[in-house]
């Protein structure tokens, strides 16, 4: 059985960290990135996974 991983997404554009999720290790090996709305920048952004 896989164990999900806390996973924190940070901001590409001012590379502040503003959201943390979780994901299954099993179903993807590489890493996550969502378009999120980034607090510091005041838009949508990329969010990438950090470790």
Do not use: F
Not at 21 to 50: A, D, I
């Amino acid at each position: 059985m896989a164990k999900d991983d806390k996973v924190i997404l940070a901001c590409e554009v001012c590379m502040s960290r503003n959201y943390t999720t979780h994901r299954s290790k099993k179903n993807s090996k590489e890493r996550m990135e969502l378009r999120k709305y980034c607090p510091k920048c005041g838009r949508v952004t990329l969010h990438k996974e950090t470790k």
